[in-house]
């Protein structure tokens, strides 16, 4: 009787605290006239988690109420065999006339092997880390602050990681390799996005993807595989320094294409770092970056074609505009055949101030062991970025939303490898197809692209080249949205090119949804 009472009173205080939590196990009681057998074997299966609490922002001068529900929804086979436990944090604004109508956006990152982490509390969720705007690196231990630049407030956000990615797992004796696939992949979180619309009652609702990196492909190959498989429409993607086609980022000694997409992205850095002429130098960086991407298309990209039967004077008239607009010497590019790969010139172009240059962000800077040698090694925005990210989550996800797992949460693993992409045998791997089907049947989907000059894993020319290419009809060529930023692969993690990304992403909502309610 005393323990009794006590717990009670433990309850009421529990419920009477500032943030509520409840938590919900969504496996059924077994009914009576089962056997042991089969209450055993229910016991044995993996089972649901969920953590629910109520949270407040301030979000564009409004007060927001919001729900975090966090934890792991069940993907099951044909004959309801678990497959894999999906992690996700949800949040969905509280206080709804009419929650079915509001927008609901599923976001995720790309790798592949990459959790959602980055968009979660980069750009969209309700907290976020502040990076200095100068580039300079955190000093731990790191903060999380809240966000006054998320979405909360026009669309609820349901952060997806893949599986083998976060704290999502495969279960019993289920492969990892089952789900480490670009086909795989999007059928498993292609089943999620119609398990959480179906159980949480979203499907009046718009409908918007969110794709970060490789997140762009997946997005692609979502929007066609969610209208065939089950027939859902979607009303916009977001795809956020995205890759779609990989031609135009794969270096090779077989494939041009890349050198004419990375040139415009070398002259932003090139510009950034100072390095380039007086007379380049006093130019914005939006004229250096289009005098590149002019040359790129033009001189440039026939210079490429001609291959080995380049006159000798016209070879050294392009090394000598290469030079020009990247900062690189004219003998470095002639040496290279006028072909420098982005691990070459992150190598290069600061060589004779002994520092390197990130790969994911070059506005960043750091050393090698030594200044010889082509190629960095490592990238020196992502050692500025993976450690506040990684210490901030694990903080967050238990102090803030309350969740416990005992599982590393893998923010970016090489665990997924080999990903198979066996759809794309013999070719480039290209969703690009995939997107252009699903824009054509459904003629009211919206894309945003937003895209870095300072990004050096997916720049911008690469994904204005995919996009110029998906052939679309004409009526169509207007559904797209393209945005450049001032930053990099994240550009999210400086302020101001945030603040301008919500902005552009607000107008897009509208038009993509024009009854949408803040």
Known sequence: ???????????????????????????????????????????????????????????????????????????????????AEMFFVAYTKSDVPDPAARPITFCFNGGPG?????????????????????????????????????????TDLVFIDPISTGYSRPTGETEGSEFHGYQEDIESVGQFIHDYTTRYLR?????????????????????????????????????????????????????DLPNICFLPCFAATAWYHKALSPELQALPLESVVDQAAQFARGDYAQALLQGTSLATAERERIAAEVSRLTGLSQEFVLQSRLRVSMQRFGKELLRNRAQTIGRFDSRYRNRDRDDAGENYEFDASGAAIFGPFTATFNDYVRRDLQFEDPHVYEILTGAVQPWSYSSFENKYVDASESLR???????????????????????????DYTLDHLGLAEELIPNITRRYYAAGHMMYIHDPSHQQLRDDLLLFYRDAVPQVAR
């Open 437 to 463: 089907r699903a824009m054509t049947a459904n003629p009211s989907l919206k894309v945003f692209a937003a895209c870095g000059h300072y990004d050096l894993a997916t720049p911008p020319a690469s994904m």
């Open 1 to 83: 009787m005393k323990t009794t009472l006590l717990l009670a009173i433990a309850v009421l205080l529990f419920q009477s605290s500032a943030i509520s939590v409840s938590v919900a196990a969504a496996t059924p009681l077994p009914d009576e006239a089962d056997s042991a057998e089969s209450t055993a074997a229910a016991a044995d299966q993996p089972q649901e988690h969920l953590v629910t609490t109520d949270h407040r922002i301030q979000i564009g001068g409004r007060d927001i109420r919001f729900q975090a529900t966090v934890g792991k929804l069940i993907l099951k086979n044909d004959q309801q065999d678990p497959r």
């Open 203 to 255: 499907w009046p609702s718009p409908r918007f993807l969110c794709g970060e990196s490789y997140g762009g492909v997946r997005a692609a190959g979502l929007s066609a595989h969610l209208q065939s498989r089950y027939n859902m429409e979607l009303n916009g993607i977001v795809v956020i320094s995205g890759a779609i086609n990989f031609q135009t980022l794969r270096f090779s000694t077989s494939n």
């Open 114 to 154: 990459s959790s959602s982490v980055w968009l979660h509390l980069g750009m969209l969720g309700p907290k976020k880390i502040h990076f200095p705007d100068d580039a300079s690196y955190l000093r731990p231990p790191y903060q999380l602050q809240n966000n006054p630049w998320s979405l909360l407030d026009v």
